[in-house]
């Protein structure tokens, strides 16, 4: 969780806490009528809370998709250099060798998965454009590199949707946050008045509150 999760955590307890104290006088009407508007703001969090943590689930399995999806072509790709380099005999300046790498092959596969998969794209295209007249040991790797590509690009495509659903999500909490702070400082000023027409002192209003 962020620091400002824990800050809207807090927030919640401090919402929980006056909705409990105006439940502790069940028989009193004012005290009802603000229990009522309190108790739904917080109900709002919970489920604003727990569809956060649904949110933040849904970032982890991506996140731990693209890593996979990462090794996996990172596979592929030492895979098809290792033939690629035995092919043309370990002359990395060999023509053959450069229509497929523009860098040593040891630093694509050292990349993210972000930069990996359009130099792996430009691969598969080259292998493809070459079609039979590429070396039979490299035109096998075609599968296994276009498979790698596929798993890394839906990979991406996900954590990139899951990362957009939780910043949306967290402008939600955001207006959440500023609406319990607003309705905690309404209903403190609207105790403050019932304790005056009761004749009560200012205390008991800030009975109703864990902090002001």
């Not at 104290?21 to 508007?37: I, M, Y």
């Not at 949707?161 to 309705?183: F, I, K, N, P, Y």
């Not at 000023?189 to 009975?207: N, V």
């Amino acid at each position: 969780m962020t620091r400002a999760n824990r800050q809207h955590d807090v927030t919640a307890d401090h919402v929980a806490f006056t909705v409990e104290a105006l439940a502790a006088q069940p028989g009193d009407a004012d005290l009802n009528k603000l229990s009522a508007r309190v108790n739904n703001l917080l109900t709002d969090w919970e489920g604003i809370d727990a569809e956060g943590r649904r949110l933040e689930r849904a970032v982890i399995r991506a996140s731990a998709h693209v890593k996979v999806a990462d090794a996996t072509l990172d596979a592929a790709i030492a895979a098809f250099a290792a033939d690629l380099v035995a092919h043309v005999g370990g002359d990395l300046s060999h023509a053959t060798y450069t229509g497929f790498f523009t860098e040593p092959h040891e630093e694509v596969i050292a990349m993210g998965l972000d930069s990996e998969v359009p130099e792996v794209t430009l691969i598969v295209h080259a292998l493809d454009q070459q079609g039979e007249a590429a070396p039979a040991k490299l035109r096998a790797h075609l599968e296994p590199l276009r498979a790698g590509l596929k798993l890394g690009n839906g990979a991406l495509a996900s954590r990139s949707d899951a990362l957009a659903d939780l910043g949306r999500h967290m402008a939600r909490v955001e207006a959440w946050h500023e609406t319990a702070a607003a309705s905690l400082r309404s209903t403190h000023g609207a105790l403050a008045r019932t304790a005056q027409k009761r004749s009560l002192p200012a205390s008991w209003a800030d009975a109703f509150f864990n902090v002001l």
